[in-house]
C-alpha cells in the first residue's frame, strides 16, 4: 500500500489540476455567452438596417462577423466539450486518490488495534495470568 503522504500529495495535485479545469470551463463558456450576446446585436443591428433603412453598418460586414463567430464558437464548443471530459477524467482520478488515504487509514487503525491486542495478550502471558 501507498504511503498516506503520497497519497496526499497526488491528491493535492489532482485537486489543483481540477481546479484549473473548472476555471478553463468558465472562461470558455463565458467566451460562448459573449458570442451569444454579440450574435444577438448583429442579429438586431441587421434588423434595425431593414426596419428604419438605418444603413450605417454594411450587411456584408455583419454577415462577415455572424460568420466568424459561428467558426469561432464552433471551436469553443469543441475545447468546452475537451476540458469538460478532462474534468471528469481528474474527478475520477481525484475520487480514486481519496479512496486509497481512507482504505490507508482504515488499515493503520487496524494495525494499531491489533498491535495493541497483541500487547495486552503478551502482557498476560508474561504475567501468567490467564486470558478472561
Excluded: W
Excluded at 479512496?99 to 495493541?116: L, P, Q
Amino acid at each position: 500500500m501507498q504511503d498516506i503522504g503520497s497519497l496526499k500529495r497526488m491528491t493535492a495535485v489532482q485537486s489543483l489540476l481540477k481546479a484549473r479545469l473548472e476555471m478553463t470551463i468558465s472562461h470558455l463558456a463565458a467566451g460562448l455567452a459573449e458570442i451569444a450576446a454579440e450574435n444577438g446585436e448583429l442579429f438586431a443591428m441587421q434588423d434595425r438596417r431593414y426596419e428604419g433603412g438605418a444603413a450605417f453598418v454594411d450587411a456584408a460586414a455583419i454577415l462577415a462577423r455572424l460568420n466568424a463567430n459561428m467558426r469561432r464558437k464552433t471551436q469553443l464548443e469543441n475545447e468546452l466539450a475537451a476540458e469538460r471530459q478532462a474534468l471528469l477524467q481528474a474527478s475520477r482520478r481525484l475520487d480514486v486518490l481519496e479512496s486509497r488515504i481512507s482504505d490507508c487509514r482504515r488499515e493503520r487503525e487496524r494495525k494499531a488495534e491489533t498491535d495493541i491486542i497483541e500487547e495486552l495478550i503478551a502482557g498476560k502471558m508474561r504475567f501468567g495470568s490467564s486470558l478472561p
